[in-house]
């Protein structure tokens, strides 16, 4: 009967128990970063698709509007219409550049709640 008391106090011990508590946290933690990460792929891919969708269509319609444009002031005005053009299709490459480096630049912090999370158990364990 002394063993099993024995084993008793071994398995209930306070580093056990500490140890054990630290392991779920980890392994809490781990399965947030799992779900966080397949989050931000899924948001990556849609707004991947999205883009080339979007940048695909603009394209062709760009083609039509240029030709359209050269036809209608080919007899007249056909250099400075395309250079026109050309200077249209130039300033919309560069708000379009811009607007995509600000996107790159005020991204959100990736894993911010895991952060977060970390954040709140390393002021848990630090408490006097």
């Known amino acids: 009967m002394t063993i099993d008391n024995q084993s008793q106090r071994a398995d209930s011990s306070p580093l056990r128990r500490i140890f054990s508590s630290v392991f779920a946290i980890l392994q809490t933690r781990l399965e947030l970063i799992g779900i966080e990460l397949a989050e931000e792929k899924d948001r990556l891919l ?3 698709f999205l883009g080339l969708a979007a940048m695909m269509l603009a394209t062709m319609a ?4 240029t030709a359209l444009v050269a036809i209608a002031f080919w007899d007249t005005y056909r250099w400075q ?3 026109g053009i ?5 300033i919309a490459a560069v708000v379009c550049a811009v ?6 630049v005020n991204a959100p912090i990736v894993f911010e709640a ?4 970390f954040e709140k158990d390393r002021d848990i364990f630090h408490k006097p």
């Open 114 to 117: 895991t952060l977060a999370e």
């Open 99 to 104: 607007k995509a480096r600000s996107g790159l």
């Open 46 to 48: 849609g707004v991947l």
């Open 62 to 65: 760009l083609i039509a509007l």
């Open 81 to 83: 219409a395309l250079a």
């Open 86 to 90: 050309t200077a249209v299709y130039a």
